[in-house]
């Protein structure tokens, strides 16, 4: 058997002073997006593209092929969803995101945050500055606390009284708009000033460590996180990537959480980013009125402008 580490040494630049690296990143950006059926014009050089046009095109067979499959992290995800929603009686199928762009490898999101021929990105939530030591992300508000606004799905494990209760079938609700962003949310910073611009989902694997390794006695243990963003919010993908690394392809077996018992904690989790869910009203989400409402209802004062979600008792899913 070859092992991917040395059949990936194959394939490595050499090391020499005329390569960009900024433009193979580009090239790499430019190669995932044609693989999933987009034009690709960041860089002036395509001849890359010409070489493994055949080769894109027989991936876009396949990926036509497999538009439901998902890699082994997300079906996990996908079938604690399925099954949470059965036993607590909501009819629903949500899926989750099926097309990404795949952030497989540090430094990405990065490129992408910005345009490319252009030092500043700005939208209603955030404004990204290309500097000397790197980026710079400012969001429109920074909210460093859950307090007051950790919700907590029914149907599990009893709901401490300082946490807010919230229906399964309001939270259906809520993950089914999450995954429906409007298209201004969804455009890729990096696309921004061409004429073809992209709007896709960008996705991350992440591995926090959970407990330390210690030398001799314990493995190191870590849980897998998926993350999910609209495209305008590739920053938000880099700030995490920056704290808790990349974790890789989440589609390759040696990535998968669950062929790796030593290390894995066995706990999966995901993150969706959605900050549309602040404009849904408690009406449309099927939430009582006040008069209508229980005590420990009444207590809650449930609202959609939150930061954190929790699924009880397994996996958290943060908007």
């Given at each position: 058997?070859?092992?991917?580490?040395?059949n990936q040494s194959r394939y490595l630049q050499p090391e020499r002073?005329?390569?960009?690296?900024?433009?193979l990143t580009l090239q790499h950006i430019c190669l995932q997006l044609a693989a999933l059926g987009h034009d690709c014009h960041l860089t002036k050089d395509r001849s890359f593209l010409s070489v493994s046009y055949s080769l894109l095109r027989n991936y876009n067979q396949h990926r036509r092929l497999l538009v439901d499959y998902r890699c082994p992290a997300d079906q996990r995800i996908q079938n604690f969803l399925n099954d949470y929603f059965q036993r607590n009686e909501v009819d629903t199928q949500i899926s989750l995101p099926g097309e990404t762009f795949n952030l497989h490898e540090a430094g990405l999101a990065r490129e992408m945050s910005l345009p490319v021929e252009n030092n500043k990105h700005k939208s209603s939530l955030l404004e990204s500055y290309r500097v000397m030591q790197g980026v710079l992300h400012n969001p429109a508000s920074d909210r460093r606390t859950t307090q007051g606004v950790f919700h907590i799905?029914?149907?599990g494990l009893p709901i401490p009284f300082d946490k807010r209760a919230v229906p399964v079938s309001v939270y259906a609700?809520?993950?089914e708009t999450a995954l429906q962003p409007p298209p201004e949310l969804m455009e890729l910073p990096i696309?921004?000033?061409l004429?073809?611009?992209v709007n896709m989902w960008i996705s991350l694997l992440l591995r926090p460590v959970v407990r330390p390794k210690v030398a001799n006695v314990l493995p190191e243990k870590s849980l897998e996180v998926r993350m999910f963003a609209p495209g305008s919010l590739v920053a938000n993908l880099d700030f995490v990537e920056t704290i808790f690394g990349n974790a890789g392809d989440a589609f390759l077996p040696e990535n998968d959480a669950a062929l790796d018992i030593q290390h894995w904690t066995g706990h999966s989790g995901c993150i969706i980013l959605?900050?549309?869910?602040?404009?849904l009203r408690k009406k449309n989400l099927g939430l009582p009125h006040y008069n209508d409402a229980s005590e420990r209802q009444r207590g809650c004062r449930i609202t959609p402008i939150f930061n954190t979600f929790s699924i009880n008792p397994q996996y958290r899913i943060h908007k």
């Open positions: 058997m070859i092992d991917s580490k040395d002073r005329g390569i960009d690296k900024r433009q799905v029914e149907g609700k809520l993950l696309t921004s000033g004429d073809n611009k959605a900050p549309h869910l602040t404009k």
